[in-house]
């Protein structure tokens, strides 16, 4: 699957995986060694994420509940999270979080308001 932000034009992701059971969510990327470039992770309905045994940092974008044409509107970003430091903030009304390899975030210009779709 990928995720395109579509207000900017760019791709976030060319090859994410979806984490949609619990057990999948709580492992998100914990043991992985990296994250490469182009790929991430969709945590569904979720608000907030753990960097708990985590050994890189990432970037997470934190996502409404799909429109009627299926697109999804940033609601926060949260850049470079650094590994081992716990709890992210929740982020009231997100129904899901991307996270991806620390950096994109700035590279696609991504931003609150903006709108993603899946594909």
């Known amino acids: 699957m990928d995720a395109h932000n579509v207000a900017r034009g760019t791709v976030l992701a060319e090859n994410l995986e979806v984490a949609s059971s619990l057990w999948a969510r709580f492992m998100g990327l914990m043991g992985r060694p990296s994250l490469e ?13 753990h960097m708990w045994f985590m050994r890189f940092p990432i970037d997470a974008v934190f996502l409404g509940k ?54």
């Open 37 to 49: 470039r182009g790929a991430g992770l969709w945590l569904t309905g979720t608000n907030g994420i």
């Open 66 to 119: 799909p429109d009627s044409s299926g697109q999804r509107t940033v609601l926060a970003t949260r850049t470079s999270l650094r590994p081992w430091t716990g709890l992210v903030p929740l982020i009231r009304g997100a129904d899901g979080c991307l996270e991806l390899p620390a950096g994109t975030v700035s590279a696609t210009r991504t931003g609150k308001g903006d709108q993603v779709r899946f594909e």
